[in-house]
């Protein structure tokens, strides 16, 4: 099964590959003159036959539906982010925050969300060809559902290796996904130019943006920075060229701009609000709790009956006894079912770009005039007031975590006494880890996004987890591979261990964990 799905990616990536990574060929301009091969007729014939494959890419890009979601998202990046912990006791045993998930837990995004993405993705190529507005997209949002993948995993096989099955090292993941997002940038941007500024075309297909694609133009940017940041510590030079090149072309800086999905029910409101599975972590109450920070209440929803505080959440980790008792006492998210699900931010952007200030890049902007504008950001996307007191606040620190009555976390002492105001007079260890805790915050509710984090800076400090796990680890660095490679796929398997450059366990770091 495997071997067939990977062979038919390899098909469709080799046969771009040379020029996704050598860059573009010397008529590449030229075959993409606007007006040649654009005209709105063959857009048209585009929108019409390749349509269903680009919401299925759209429905992986950040899983949704309420399955996909749970093993997805909530069950690995939720808990490991520190944004949830579940309620329900059958996962209380065996959990990706013990690092013991059940296989099928383990394998799962790899064996359900990738040969989703990349069948869709191939027969957008069979369709439409690799010059075409359709296939711009879907380099977009394949590079997303990829990244995805290799921050859960390390290796992957992404068909751009000679074998089709064989795994690329992750630092080729990255650099293949910026040569993919610069080609869909080389596509789009031509027609944009030709339409006078503007390029509305999939508008029944798009659920993120309603089909403008100058929006998605900003995103694919912000995506190259998300990615330059994550390895800025694994490749300073290669992520400064990437980080500099996509700010000075243009990523997300207003809230409108944000990308959002929507999917109706919202994957979050049926596995907090409806299944009462997933309940507010301690670790991002405790910060909240301590700054009294006006967006907590706009995250999560007051238990009922009532608490001590407004808000409580649950060690990660803990041994629930009861799920009904757990459900009750712990604070559900706030979200219904039309919320739009959130990929990614003008916050989340102000707040890399911060960090690459702080490391010398060119950002258009200072450390601290960005790391303010990230807060006020997220402040208005949420509705919430306050963002001016908020980050004049110099004495404020997390609070002390104290269970709910008759809770299972037990209590703990806080992990951090950071502050909210930035100091330019700090250590830089102190400006790292006030900027990543309020990025953290900024991040909610994408706990994949605060898991890689979480690993690559070790900010925010958080709780250990309630009971004990087989690593000396606070989260885990990766999920190991699927289970079933070393059968279905043995050689390449053994060539992916050699590349992940350890065991193959949750606690061999990813290439940009340095």
Not at 113 to 140: C, D, H, Q
Not at 394 to 408: E, I, K, R
Not at 423 to 430: C, P, Q, W
Request: glycine share 8%.
């Amino acid at each position: 099964m495997k071997a067939k799905i990977f062979k038919v990616t390899g098909l469709s990536l080799i046969a771009a590959s040379a020029l996704l990574i050598t860059g573009c060929t010397a008529d590449f301009e030229e075959a993409n003159r606007p007006g040649d091969k654009t005209s709105s007729e063959e857009l048209g014939r585009d929108n019409y036959s390749t349509g269903s494959f680009l919401v299925q890419m759209q429905n992986e890009a950040f899983p949704e539906q309420e399955n996909t979601y749970q093993m997805n998202q909530d069950l690995i990046g939720n808990y490991l982010g520190r944004y949830f912990t579940y309620a329900n006791n059958g996962f209380a045993g065996n959990n990706f925050v013990r690092m013991n998930a059940p296989v099928g837990w383990v394998r799962y995004p790899f064996a359900d969300s990738m040969p989703k993405t990349v069948s869709a993705f191939n027969e957008i190529v069979r369709l439409t060809g690799t010059e075409s507005l359709s296939y711009a997209w879907a380099l977009i949002l394949r590079a997303q559902s990829f990244l995805r993948l290799t921050d859960m995993y390390g290796p992957l096989p992404i068909g751009a290796e000679e074998e089709p099955n064989a795994y690329s090292s992750q630092q080729k993941v990255y650099h293949t996904l910026v040569a993919d997002l610069d080609k869909a940038l080389g596509i789009i941007t031509p027609m944009i130019q030709a339409g006078g500024g503007t390029l509305t075309q999939f508008t029944n297909s798009d659920k993120v943006y309603d089909g403008d694609f100058t929006k998605w133009v900003k995103y694919a940017n912000s995506l190259k920075l998300r990615m330059a940041i994550r390895m800025r510590l694994a490749e300073p030079e290669y992520a400064r060229t990437v980080a500099e090149q996509a700010v000075a072309d243009g990523v997300i800086t207003s809230n409108a701009d944000n990308a959002t999905i929507l999917y109706v029910p919202n994957g979050l409101y049926k596995t907090s609000v409806e299944w009462g599975d997933s309940r507010a972590c301690a670790d991002i109450e405790s910060y909240m709790t301590g700054y009294n920070d006006p967006r907590l209440t706009q995250y999560f929803s007051t238990p009922a009956p009532p608490g001590a505080r407004a808000i409580i959440g649950c060690r990660a980790g803990a041994k629930i006894g009861n799920k009904s008792v757990a459900d009750a006492i712990y604070s559900a998210a706030k979200v219904t079912q039309d919320t739009r699900g959130i990929w990614m931010t003008a916050a989340e952007m102000a707040f890399c770009r911060a960090e690459g200030a702080l490391a010398g890049w060119n950002m258009d902007g200072t450390a601290e005039s960005l790391y303010n504008e990230g807060i006020t950001l997220s402040f208005e996307q949420w509705g919430a007031s306050g963002a001016a007191d908020y980050i004049a606040n110099s004495t404020a620190t997390p609070a002390d975590y104290v269970d709910a009555a008759d809770g299972y976390g037990q209590a703990h002492a806080k992990m951090s006494s950071i502050t909210v105001k930035w100091d330019d007079n700090a250590s830089a260890s102190e400006k790292m880890e006030r900027l990543m805790v309020q990025k953290w915050i900024a991040l909610f509710p994408d706990g994949q996004e605060a898991w890689s984090e979480i690993r690559r800076t070790g900010y925010p400090k958080v709780f250990p987890s309630a009971q004990s796990t087989a690593y000396d680890l606070t989260v885990p660095n990766r999920l190991p591979f699927d289970y079933m490679e070393p059968v279905n796929n043995p050689d390449n398997y053994q060539k992916a261990v050699q590349l992940l450059g350890g065991p193959d366990t949750y606690a061999t770091k990813m290439w940009w964990q340095k």
